[in-house]
């Protein structure tokens, strides 16, 4: 099975081509605006517009309002929601298109229960527990916390970068991977070469 990849936190219109260009298969567009790759609704817009056939765009929101989130999808196309805060199931399913939920990873978390209560999801994003932070921190998590019998596809996130991207990978075995400032120069702008380099390390190890 070839591992499908997403480069989240795009901000720039070149680093949307970048990503494309290099065998992306879905751009993610933070709506967070306590993160540095916070974008406007109409910057969203301008940018999922340039987007090429069959690479989706996914929306992460942070325990965000409904009425914000509706506002969000009627200006922005979006393919799949991510929710990375406090949402229940129902929260996330009541906006009528396919979501994922994240979850914070450490020795404390039930990955089964998490399954279990948000099995409507397409897909679990699991991602590294840092007080505080709701992801996107960079931090890598111990991979053999996740359980070999979960219900739901794992889309492996934290810490991810080129250079360990294929071992994690050959090891998870996850559906997708999911990275941002792994191949970035700096918080909210990509480096063309590493996410190239990163989605190559990838496909090639699956």
Not at 68 to 73: A, C, D, R
Not at 128 to 145: C, H
Request: proline share 6%; charged share 25%.
């Amino acid at each position: 099975m070839a591992v499908r990849v997403k480069i989240c936190g795009i901000t720039r219109l070149q680093d949307l081509h970048a990503a494309c260009d290099a065998g992306a298969d879905a751009l993610g567009f933070v709506f967070y605006e306590k993160s540095p790759r916070h974008l406007t609704v109409e910057s969203a817009a301008m940018l999922v517009r340039d987007l090429p056939p069959f690479v989706q765009a996914v929306g992460l929101f942070v325990n965000a309002g409904a009425d914000f989130i509706e506002t969000v999808l009627q200006t922005v196309p979006l393919d799949l929601l991510q929710f990375h805060g406090d949402e229940t199931a129902a929260d996330c399913m009541r906006f009528g298109r396919p979501w994922i939920k994240a979850v914070r990873v450490n020795q404390d978390t039930d990955l089964l229960k998490c399954a279990a209560d948000f099995d409507a999801a397409r897909g679990l994003l699991l991602d590294a527990w840092v007080p505080g932070v709701p992801g996107g921190s960079g931090e890598r998590f111990d991979w053999s916390l996740i359980p070999p019998d979960l219900s739901r596809p794992i889309v492996l996130s934290g810490g991810l970068t080129p250079d360990n991207v294929a071992e994690a990978v050959r090891r998870v075995r996850p559906w997708a991977v999911d990275v941002s400032s792994g191949v970035e120069a700096s918080k909210g702008i990509k480096d063309a070469h590493k996410i190239a380099r990163f989605i190559a390390n990838a496909k090639e190890a699956s």
